[in-house]
C-alpha cells in the first residue's frame, strides 16, 4: 500500500473504510493537522500563524515531546486546538509487536489526559480519542485492538510531504493546496526538517484555501 501519494486514492479509502481519509460535511471545512510536535523551534511558530488566521487544527503530538515542552501543549489547548495520540516516541507500526505498540499508545494518552487536566478549561473526551499511526503504518492487528479501545484512527486525504528535504517549497505548496476539497484531511509536520517547506507553504496555502471558499475545523 502506497500512502505516500499526494491525494490518497479511493481504492485506499475504501479498502480501509474502518479508518478516517476525510470528514464528509456540508460546511465546505478542511482539518488541517501537524504531526510530530511539539518542538519549541516550531510549534510556536505555527500557533502565531493559525492565530493571525482565526484557524483551528489538530496537532498529533508524540508523547516524549509533550513531557518536554508541556507549556507548548498548554498553548495548543487554550488556543483551541485539538490534542491527537502520536504515540510515546513514533513507533512504527509494522516494526513493532502489537501489545509494546498498544502500550507506546496508551503511555502517550496518559500524559495528553494529564496536559488536558492541567488547563483551567478542562473537559473530558465525549467522544473517541483520536489517533495517527505515524508514517500510516498500522497493522491490521493493531488496528483492531486500536479501535477496540475507542480511537478513531486518522490518516489523511492530502500529504504535503514537508519532511521531504528532496521537494522545494513551491512544490509543497502545490501539494497542499491543488487536490483539496471539502472534507480533506491535510497533513503538516511541526518538526524541524519540516520547518523550510512549512514556513513557506502555510502562510500561502492559507490564503488560497480561503480564496476558495474552505472553512476550517478540529477532529472530533
Keep these: 500500500m502506497n ?3 499526494i491525494k490518497t486514492n479511493w481504492l485506499i479509502k475504501k479498502w480501509f473504510s474502518e479508518y478516517f481519509w476525510d470528514i464528509p460535511n456540508t460546511n465546505n471545512s478542511v482539518y488541517l493537522t501537524f504531526d510530530d510536535g511539539p518542538t519549541p523551534e516550531i510549534t510556536p511558530w505555527v500557533l ?3 492565530k493571525q488566521n482565526d484557524i483551528k487544527a489538530t496537532f498529533f503530538c508524540i ?4 513531557k518536554k515542552h508541556p507549556e507548548i501543549v498548554q498553548q495548543i489547548i487554550s488556543d483551541g486546538h485539538r490534542i491527537g495520540n502520536h504515540t510515546l516516541d513514533h513507533v512504527k507500526g509494522w516494526q513493532t509487536e502489537t501489545e509494546k505498540y498498544i502500550e507506546n499508545i496508551t503511555l502517550c494518552e496518559t500524559i495528553i489526559e494529564q496536559q488536558l487536566a492541567n488547563d483551567t478549561g478542562f473537559k473530558p473526551h465525549t467522544e473517541s480519542k483520536i489517533f495517527r499511526p505515524p508514517y500510516g503504518k498500522i497493522t491490521a492487528k493493531q488496528s483492531e485492538k486500536v479501535l477496540g479501545l475507542g480511537y478513531k484512527i486518522i490518516m489523511w486525504d492530502v500529504l504535503t510531504i514537508d519532511y521531504d528535504k528532496n521537494i522545494t517549497p513551491s512544490q509543497c ?4 493546496t491543488q487536490k483539496v476539497n471539502s472534507g480533506s484531511i491535510i497533513v503538516f509536520h511541526d518538526s524541524i526538517k519540516a520547518f ?3 514556513e513557506y ?3 500561502k496555502a492559507i ?4 480564496e476558495k471558499g474552505f472553512n476550517f475545523d ?3
Design 3 to 5: 500512502l505516500y501519494w
Design 48 to 50: 502565531e500563524v493559525l
Design 63 to 66: 508523547g516524549n515531546n509533550i
Design 173 to 176: 505548496l502545490k501539494n497542499a
Design 196 to 198: 523550510e517547506n512549512l
Design 201 to 203: 507553504t502555510l502562510p
Design 207 to 210: 490564503t488560497i484555501w480561503k
Design 218 to 220: 478540529v477532529i472530533d
